[in-house]
């Protein structure tokens, strides 16, 4: 079973930890609008294949969030059914991250 994480708690984890993976699962579209600093961003459609790229542990703490999570519960499903264990997703997606008024990284093009 996969978690919720406030954007509280993630704002903290971002400033204080080193120890998680955050993966943007959102359209290439909407990424190149803005995306929460330090996320990766991977198809959802390729998840389970790329974490593999940036992970060998199957343990290691891994956070996604979409647009409003229509998807991360989806997504969170295939990673704990390929053997990941510590899943969560942001609580209302970047939506609610941005309602809170926490900080976004912006494409300058």
């Known amino acids: 079973m996969y978690t919720n994480i406030s954007p ?3 704002s903290y984890l971002i400033a204080n930890s080193k120890h998680f993976i955050l993966v943007d699962i959102r ?3 909407d990424r ?4 929460i600093k330090s996320s990766y961003h ?3 459609s ?3 294949k790329e974490l593999k790229q940036l992970t060998s542990c199957k ?3 891994i ?9 991360s519960p989806i997504a969170a499903t295939i990673l704990l059914k390929t053997g990941y264990h510590n899943i969560s997703i942001l609580e209302g997606g970047l939506k609610q ?8 990284e912006t494409n300058t093009k």
């Open 8 to 10: 509280t708690w993630l």
């Open 27 to 29: 359209d290439d579209i």
């Open 32 to 35: 190149n609008i803005n995306y």
């Open 42 to 44: 991977i198809k959802a």
């Open 46 to 48: 390729e998840i389970t």
């Open 59 to 61: 343990k290691t703490k």
């Open 63 to 71: 956070i996604i969030y979409d647009s409003c999570n229509d998807h």
């Open 97 to 104: 991250w941005l309602s809170e008024q926490y900080p976004v």
